[in-house]
């Protein structure tokens, strides 16, 4: 668990930090708000996966191929985006697993980032920990710089639209403050709750 690197005071900046991040999970997942793999919609795995490969060998994806696609041992392995932020490309897969555990193991299995406690420990390592200083300069007290905050998941890629469900998710979040729902609990344990708050209770800030 990567609890320890999240803010420990409930202020403004921490309360637009969250209202984002919960915002980016609802994109990402397909308004799931569950660690999915990256065209989860496509049934059965088989089939997915022959999409997937199309896309990025020989369709517009084509371009991320030599760090997407890769045959390790006879075997296709796909480095598309799982998880909250969907994680995506070998060298991150490489890089988080080391971070997260020490070893490859992600690498050599990257279905392990869709294991919820690993999908957790990842969005917030990517918040928290490799991304730190741009989150930390895009928000404050009462600011925050919606279309850079995009940036530190995917450039400008739907940014108005994620940040227009940022904002309802910040008043959102003064209200539960407001009536003390969640008190006293970490900032970790807010965010995870308020993800299985959003699953459970039919997306209930939407």
């Given at each position: 668990?990567?609890?320890?690197?999240?803010?420990?005071?409930?202020?403004?900046?921490?309360?637009?930090?969250?209202?984002y991040i919960i915002?980016?999970?609802?994109?990402?997942?397909?308004?799931?708000?569950?660690?999915?793999?990256?065209?989860?919609?496509?049934?059965?795995?088989?089939?997915?996966?022959?999409?997937?490969?199309?896309?990025?060998?020989?369709?517009?994806?084509?371009?991320?191929?030599?760090?997407?696609?890769?045959?390790?041992?006879?075997?296709?392995?796909?480095?598309?985006g799982r998880g909250?932020?969907?994680?995506?490309?070998?060298?991150?897969?490489?890089?988080?697993?080391?971070?997260?555990?020490?070893?490859?193991?992600?690498?050599?299995?990257?279905?392990?980032?869709?294991?919820?406690?690993?999908?957790?420990?990842?969005?917030?390592?990517?918040?928290?920990?490799?991304?730190?200083?741009?989150?930390?300069?895009?928000?404050?007290?009462?600011?925050?710089?919606?279309?850079?905050?995009?940036?530190?998941?995917?450039?400008?890629?739907?940014?108005?639209?994620?940040?227009?469900?940022?904002?309802?998710?910040?008043?959102?979040?003064?209200?539960?403050?407001?009536?003390?729902?969640?008190?006293?609990?970490?900032?970790?344990?807010?965010?995870?709750?308020?993800?299985?708050?959003?699953?459970?209770?039919?997306?209930?800030?939407?």
């Amino acid at each position: 668990c990567l609890a320890e690197y999240m803010p420990s005071k409930w202020d403004d900046r921490c309360r637009r930090q969250i209202a984002y991040i919960i915002a980016t999970v609802g994109w990402e997942t397909n308004l799931s708000f569950q660690p999915v793999q990256e065209a989860y919609y496509i049934t059965p795995e088989s089939k997915r996966k022959s999409a997937l490969i199309k896309y990025y060998t020989t369709g517009p994806g084509r371009n991320s191929r030599a760090t997407i696609v890769k045959e390790i041992n006879g075997k296709t392995v796909l480095y598309t985006g799982r998880g909250y932020v969907q994680l995506t490309h070998d060298y991150q897969y490489q890089e988080f697993s080391q971070m997260l555990f020490g070893d490859d193991r992600m690498y050599s299995d990257p279905d392990i980032a869709l294991e919820p406690d690993v999908a957790m420990d990842i969005l917030i390592a990517w918040f928290y920990k490799k991304h730190r200083a741009k989150l930390e300069r895009y928000t404050g007290e009462g600011y925050w710089d919606l279309k850079k905050l995009r940036g530190i998941v995917n450039g400008t890629d739907k940014w108005d639209l994620i940040g227009a469900q940022a904002k309802k998710n910040y008043n959102a979040l003064n209200w539960e403050d407001k009536i003390s729902i969640f008190e006293p609990v970490s900032l970790y344990e807010r965010l995870k709750l308020s993800l299985n708050t959003l699953y459970n209770l039919n997306k209930l800030y939407l």
